[in-house]
Nanobody, 122 residues
Framework: QVQLVESGGGSVQAGTSLRLSCAAS????????MGWFRQAPGKEREFVAR????????YYADFVKGRFTISRDNAKNTVDLQMNSLKPADTAVYYC???????????????WGQGTQVTVSS
């Protein structure tokens, strides 16, 4: 069992940065691929980024490449999402999630946080 709690969301201006953090409980954090997803009002949840168990491999959605960076600290049981050059289109609730497999498919993630709101104004 893994419990995930996101933090760091907020309201910012376009072009600025935010750093989201996700804290995990449980003793097997390094056994999980960690991912970030987001859901904007009226839209489907979409994949943003994922990082492999030991942090050696990352993968990003095209719309965040070059702007967002995912990282993890297995000693602290945390996974972060550094978001730079934010756009109004990045406005969404952001969720972190844990999966046993290396995947970007949301239905293959086993554990989810409650989400944190990110609002970007122009």
């Amino acid at each position: 069992q893994v419990q995930l709690v996101e933090s760091g969301g907020g309201s910012v201006q376009a072009g600025t940065s935010l750093r989201l953090s996700c804290a995990a409980s449980g003793r097997s954090f390094s056994s999980y691929t960690m991912g970030w997803f987001r859901q904007a009002p009226g839209k489907e949840r979409e994949f943003v980024a994922r990082i492999s168990r030991l942090g050696m491999g990352t993968y990003y959605a095209d719309f965040v490449k070059g702007r967002f960076t995912i990282s993890r600290d297995n000693a602290k049981n945390t996974v972060d999402l550094q978001m730079n050059s934010l756009k109004p289109a990045d406005t969404a609730v952001y969720y972190c999630a844990a999966a046993r497999e290396l995947t970007i498919e949301d239905d293959e993630y086993d554990y989810w946080g409650q989400g944190t709101q990110v609002t970007v104004s122009s």
